[in-house]
């Protein structure tokens, strides 16, 4: 579970005597290049590919159809982000085959699916509507929490969702990013939530925060600005499926560093929640079972 929060009262960032360390040397991950959209040609290969990921969207569309050429940009976009969902493209009057054995009479249709199970169908050019559903969709397939743990944590999270001052904090930050990776995230976070606005990178997201010199000036607002986009489910939604190893490893990194940096302690804290709640007599940092 990823809450994004931010302090009630933030502290002041540190001062303005900044000295930016030297570059890492850490190469982009440009965003994924290979084939992300699937074109089933056959009544099996559609079947196969619902139950090749325990996730998958299938856009039933059609040449001639002006509403589907308007939404299928942004469906291509959130192919390339959400890597954990199977997104699929059928021209209807091409698999004509897949239509029938599907029952669609209008297009665009979109359906969802948990294991090759249907779970939401709807039509209509809405790119909220197509964000809402695959939110929805992330959060049906999230795993029940066990009793044990009931008592500690809240199946539904708490997102405490304010963002940074990005114009103050991008000046300020350790030189850990590349410039066009930067842009995406400072775009992304200062659009407040905003559906239309694309997910960073997040796969060349992951590398940078993996790679992170935690001695490095500033640290902690580069895992500030991961607890601010994980607010969005569509970045949380990633992050707990194929980028568990890098929330994992910024838990176990922080826990084992000085107590003293306490601004890199709260805001680990935000990103990930402990287990239980701190003990009065140690309000330091306790790290949550990320073992992966």
């Not at 569309?61 to 969902?85: A, F, R, V």
């Amino acid at each position: 579970m990823i809450d994004g929060a931010f302090a009630q009262q933030p502290p002041p960032y540190p001062g303005t005597n900044f000295t930016p360390s030297p570059p890492q040397t850490q190469p982009y991950s440009a965003p994924q290049t290979q084939e992300t959209m699937h074109h089933p040609s056959t009544v099996q290969d559609f079947d196969e590919l619902i139950h090749s990921k325990p996730l998958a969207i299938a856009f039933f569309t059609s040449e001639t159809c002006g509403p589907c050429k308007m939404i299928e940009p942004t469906y291509n976009s959130l192919s390339k982000t959400h890597t954990n969902i199977t997104f699929i493209h059928i021209d209807t009057q091409k698999q004509f085959a897949i239509a029938k054995e599907n029952q669609i009479t209008a297009t665009p249709t979109f359906k969802t699916y948990l294991h090759g199970i249907l779970q939401s169908e709807w039509k209509g050019a809405n790119p909220s509507a197509l964000d809402s559903n695959l939110s929805r969709l992330l959060e049906v397939a999230r795993p029940p929490l066990p009793p044990s743990l009931r008592g500690c944590y809240a199946q539904s999270p708490i997102l405490f969702s304010r963002s940074p001052p990005i114009e103050k904090v991008v000046p300020k930050l350790p030189p850990v990013f590349p410039k066009p990776l930067l842009n995406a995230i400072s775009s992304f976070l200062a659009a407040k939530g905003v559906t239309d606005v694309l997910v960073p990178p997040l796969v060349a997201w992951a590398d940078v925060q993996r790679n992170l010199d935690y001695d490095v000036e500033n640290a902690w607002m580069v895992i500030d600005l991961l607890r601010a986009a994980c607010a969005d489910r569509r970045v949380s939604g990633w992050f707990v499926v194929d980028g568990l190893d890098v929330i994992g490893g910024i838990v176990k990194t922080v826990a084992k560093r000085d107590e003293s940096e306490w601004q890199l302690r709260v805001v680990t804290v935000q990103l990930v929640p402990p287990p239980s709640p701190p003990s009065p007599l140690r309000p330091s940092f306790v790290s949550c079972n990320c073992d992966v």
